[in-house]
């Protein structure tokens, strides 16, 4: 069972995320909170697996809270998916850099939520696929951050793990990646295990980024 604590400061939107993601037989919503701070909270004595928050709301906003939660230096980190009604915000980009797990427009689907949870549950992570490209554009030429760690790092990567980053940074899930260098999910998997750490992120988006970040690969049209 996948224990998610949802954070939005509209009693509507909060309760019918709530809804719908209660109706799921695999997902429990263990608290539905109004703020950041009652999110990091929550999730920390509740322990659950995945915080579903907005970024913009009135005190501690989501940016902080994803920090609290997954930020650099946290101890047994939770992972976030963030939920937006911008699809290229500022906001968006301090969540991503704060550690976030996934992002996903709160117009999509009810099918693409529960997937996304479920994805960032799995330690997959997500981006809304009409985000993906748009984002990694941003961040990269618009935002001038920092590497997540120096230049050269491909050269910490096996062969296998370089091609499995590429896909990666293309925005295929595990999956097609598997199906694409005709391999089973669960090596895909391993591989990607033994990468992150490789590259000091935590997260399949954060892999993208740092592809991106190094110029693995070119940033996208």
Known sequence: MIRVV????????????TT???????IDVVAAVEDGAAAVTAARELHADVVCTDIRM???D??????????????????VLVLTTFDIDEYLFG????????????????EELLAAVRAVAAGEGTIDTSLTRRVLREVVTRRGTRPVVAVGGSDL???????ILLLLA??????EIAAELVLEVSTVKSHLAR????????SRLQAAVWAYQNKIVDVPD
């Open 6 to 17: 949802v954070a939005d400061d509209q009693p509507m939107v909060r309760a019918g995320l």
């Open 20 to 26: 719908l993601l209660g109706a799921a037989p695999d």
């Open 58 to 60: 009135p005190g501690t």
């Open 62 to 79: 989501g940016i902080t809270a994803t920090r609290a939660l997954c930020g650099p230096g946290v101890e047994d980190p939770i992972a």
């Open 95 to 110: 969540a991503l850099e704060a550690g976030a797990s996934g992002f996903l427009l709160k117009d999509a689907e009810p």
């Open 157 to 163: 990567l096996t062969a296998r793990e370089l091609d």
């Open 170 to 175: 293309q925005g295929l899930s595990n999956d």
């Open 195 to 202: 990468m992150m750490p490789k590259l000091g992120v935590r």
